[in-house]
């Protein structure tokens, strides 16, 4: 198979169970799923998928040396995301840890065809479901990892933070050490993470981003309450999920839905607020190889660390909106 991304161009994937995975009926339904969630639904960010960011993480993982297990777990890492993606996070108040799918994974997964694909091939779905046993695909934060790196260089480029000369430039930096991906320049290091911080600002935590998820958990869960979706609908795709909202004549439903859009503005109003929201910040701190060593960028450059702890603090804590539909 040869596998075209867009941020890493042309890929052989010669591995029968790498292909049969990619074209199971469990990995074919994140192709109708957004990164983005909503704002990518109603056009405000690019339609990067669940599948395009699922199989990147498997090439980051496979180009930095993984084994095919590893490069299955990191496959299936975002299996389970419901339609809307991290939305389903403020629809059950998880705003903060955005661990949802995490959490449902082993339930989920255990429902699909991809058991039964792997078995054929000697492998046991279950081991694939912890990904902490996968040094390469996940780290605590903010440690860099291939899940990580992938969604932000994928979303980077379509934000206009990146281009794809910084991504040829950034890949061959990344190198394994203690089992774990790090970069061995100081300046890809920085560029990483300052990018990555403009990315939250611009997207991930982004003010008016954050509002849209809220309007669009609180609509999912009057649907949820009157009987309109049911829950087995959150893992539909975007498209057919916001369809079956759409065709409910209920008037509540449909006042939410409407402020579900590119012109609802949204403002800062602690004395009149339609709602307070917190969210989930991001920020990254890449180990850099000196001298054979690993010391974190914010230890190396303590202007980083700085920088960073400011823009935390600027963030932090839950935020007061008025919806100006």
């Keep these: 198979m040869l596998y075209v991304d867009d941020v890493y161009g042309e890929v052989e994937i010669t591995e029968p169970v790498l292909q049969e995975v990619m074209q199971s009926a469990a990995m074919q339904r994140?192709?109708?799923v957004l990164q983005h969630g909503i704002s990518g639904l109603i056009g405000i960010t690019d339609k990067v998928t669940r599948y395009e960011h699922s199989v990147g993480v498997m090439i980051l993982v496979r180009r930095l040396g993984g084994s095919v297990t590893e490069q299955l777990a990191a496959l299936l890492h975002d299996v389970s995301h419901t339609a809307f993606s991290h939305v389903i996070d403020y629809v059950f108040n998880g705003h903060d840890s955005q661990s949802y799918h995490d959490e449902v994974k082993e339930w989920y997964l255990a429902q699909t065809d991809v058991p039964e694909i792997l078995s054929r091939y000697g492998?046991?779905?279950?081991?694939?479901?912890?990904e902490t046993r996968f040094p390469l695909l996940e780290q605590p934060s903010p440690r860099l990892c291939a899940d990580r790196l992938d969604y932000f260089l994928?979303?980077?480029l379509g934000l206009g933070l990146a281009t794809k000369e910084d991504v040829r430039w950034v890949l061959p930096h990344l190198v394994v050490a203690n089992g774990r991906?790090?970069?061995?320049?100081?300046?890809?290091?920085r560029w990483l993470a300052y990018t990555y911080m403009q990315a939250d600002d611009a997207s991930w935590a982004n003010f008016r981003e954050v509002g849209l998820y809220e309007l669009t958990a609180q609509a999912l869960r009057l649907a949820l309450d009157r009987k309109i979706i049911a829950e087995s609908d959150l893992w539909l795709t975007d498209e057919l999920l916001w369809a079956k909202l759409q065709a409910s004549p209920e008037p509540t439903l449909q006042a939410l839905l409407v402020q579900v859009s590119p012109h609802t503005r949204f403002e800062w109003d602690e004395r009149a607020p339609t709602f307070w929201?917190?969210?989930?910040?991001?920020?990254?701190?890449?180990?850099?190889?000196?001298?054979?060593?690993l010391y974190p960028l914010s230890e190396l450059d303590e202007e980083y660390g700085r920088f960073?702890?400011?823009?935390?603090?600027?963030?932090?804590?839950k935020w007061p909106m008025r919806v100006i539909p």
């Design 30 to 32: 994140l192709q109708g």
């Design 123 to 130: 492998y046991d779905w279950r081991e694939l479901v912890d």
């Design 154 to 156: 994928r979303d980077s």
């Design 181 to 189: 991906i790090v970069t061995d320049d100081l300046e890809v290091a």
């Design 277 to 293: 929201v917190s969210t989930k910040l991001r920020v990254i701190d890449p180990d850099v190889v000196v001298n054979g060593r």
């Design 308 to 317: 960073q702890q400011a823009y935390l603090a600027r963030k932090k804590g």
